[in-house]
């Protein structure tokens, strides 16, 4: 694995072009057009965000779950419960429901991972939704059009994933603080072995950080559709990096590229690849695995002087 090309000198037109292709396809682009749905189709008139009411709130909560539940589970039904494709590029060869545990709900990765899904991280992704829309209706925040702000909008497109790995960068590496990660983040790393289901199985305290990176949106010039377009990323992309396997094989020389490597090197090493490759703070902070034995060597003398000076203090 390699940080992103625009990093490495001398700059490859065609490592560029294919950073650049796979920067949009196929998530980014694949969330900003459900988001454009959700926007036209499925997110009430301005008048009836004005007002908080059960109803339309229950709608935003309703279409978000179901989304969650389709794009999660058919992954989860056809790689881990059908496995179309066996260990093919899967990451580790284990499978989570063949590995009980006493760290997950009824001892299933994979239950644990829907239950705290389903009851505290779709309701909060759709609380932070739910009050973005609101304070747009009634004129709280910098609100704008494409019409207005034509290239600022553009610039804002292209820079959402930036900020969003920014933001997860900036709350997740103070979450392996000792006390921090083992009353919150433990949760999420519970998942070893990472599977569609751990996308979005954190402690409560984790999704209200993960979410906060929409709060942009009442800071800088922008239309409501970019907060559901981040929502979306942060939300459904959370798989991205939770798949467990490298590659989604669609035919018979077919493959789809999941990005999941520098997240899944995380969960196998927890202290590596705080980010996902996008923004290089990983590699300034000294915190980058590309997967290879050298890194190994890396991480291995980090975690020794780590442990040298936690003896040395007694």
């Known amino acids: 694995m390699k940080i992103a090309p625009i990093y490495r000198l001398p700059w490859s037109a065609a490592e560029i072009f294919a950073f650049v292709n796979g920067y949009f396809l196929p998530w980014n682009l694949a969330f900003m057009g459900l988001a454009t749905v959700y926007w036209v189709y499925l997110t009430p008139d301005l008048e009836t965000l004005a007002t908080l009411s059960p109803g339309w709130v229950l709608l935003l909560l309703g279409r978000n779950a179901l989304a969650v539940l389709i794009f999660f589970g058919a992954m989860e039904l056809r790689l881990y419960v059908l496995r179309k494709q066996g260990n093919q590029f899967k990451y580790n060869h284990r499978w989570p429901s063949e590995n009980k545990s006493d760290v997950f709900m009824f001892k299933s990765q994979t239950i644990d991972g829907a239950i705290r899904t389903f009851t505290t991280g779709v309701p909060i992704w759709t609380a932070y939704e739910v009050m973005i829309l609101w304070c747009y209706a009634n004129g709280i925040g910098a609100w704008s ?13 292209l820079a959402v994933p930036i900020w969003h790995e920014f933001h997860f960068y900036c709350i997740h590496r103070p979450l392996h603080w000792p006390w921090f990660y083992k009353h919150i983040h433990s949760v999420h790393h519970n998942s070893v072995n990472p599977s569609p289901w751990s996308s979005l199985s954190m402690h409560p305290v984790e999704q209200l950080l993960f979410f906060s990176s929409s709060l942009l949106y009442l800071l800088v010039p922008a239309h409501p559709l970019f907060a559901l377009y981040h929502l979306q990323l942060s939300g459904l992309g959370s798989i991205v990096g939770h798949i467990g396997f490298d590659k989604i094989v669609l035919g018979d020389e ?28 990983d590699k300034i902070f ?13 991480l291995e003398q980090r975690m020794k002087r780590r442990r040298d000076k936690m003896a040395a203090r007694g």
Not at 254 to 269: A, C, P, S, V, W
Not at 286 to 298: F, K, L
Request: glycine share 8%.
């Open 145 to 157: 059009s494409l019409s207005a702000h034509p290239v600022w909008f553009v610039l804002l497109w």
């Open 254 to 281: 077919k493959l789809m590229d999941t990005h999941t490597y520098n997240h899944y090197l995380h969960h196998k090493y927890f202290e590596v690849n705080y980010g996902d490759g996008t923004v290089p703070l």
């Open 286 to 298: 000294g915190t980058y695995h590309d997967g290879t034995a050298a890194s190994d060597a890396v």
